[in-house]
């Protein structure tokens, strides 16, 4: 009898891992990103709250909500803001947005990850509510969302439900920035 329980779970925890992996979150492709207000914390316009979709326009954009910072989700904003480096000539954009109900420890903890990674070109935020921008429809079971576009139209979305991100993950997201760049 043991010897069908242990095949049998292992086949249900990979089927769970497969349904919870395949999280969907936020804006699907064409569809267009709202305007949001957040408050920035590390970028040009630190302190101050606005909308950095608005500000930056029909240009390329990606913009990566959070729950929460890990060391995976560094090493992702890290790449997108060397992307963004790479491609000022593109006019590439990006702003990260921590969506948290305790935005003064969100700020301390992302102030961190700006000065540990050296994070120069894109603004890292604070959206006061776990829940994010409505218009958005990002997923509660979403711990990571990245939603990428140009001309103000989605291009690409990658969803996880975790932040721990593996070192794959991170370099799949930071490629599709290609699907911005034209």
Known sequence: MKRFIVPAFALLATAGFVIAADVKSGLT??????????????????GKSLCYRCQYGAKPVTTIFTREVTPELAALVKQIDDQVGANK???????????????????????KLAADQKITNVPLTVFDGAA???????????????????????????????AKLTDEQVKAVAADTKKILN
Do not use: C
């Open 132 to 162: 994010g921008p409505a218009p958005y429809k990002i997923s509660k079971d979403a711990a990571v969302t990245v939603l990428m576009w140009n001309k103000m139209r989605v291009a690409a979305n990658h969803a996880f439900d975790t």
């Open 29 to 46: 492709a064409g569809e267009s990103p709202a305007a949001f207000n957040v408050k920035d914390i590390t970028g040009p316009n630190k």
């Open 89 to 111: 000539d593109k006019n590439m954009k990006a702003f990260v947005v921590l969506l948290t109900e305790d935005a003064d420890a969100g700020a301390k903890q992302l102030e």
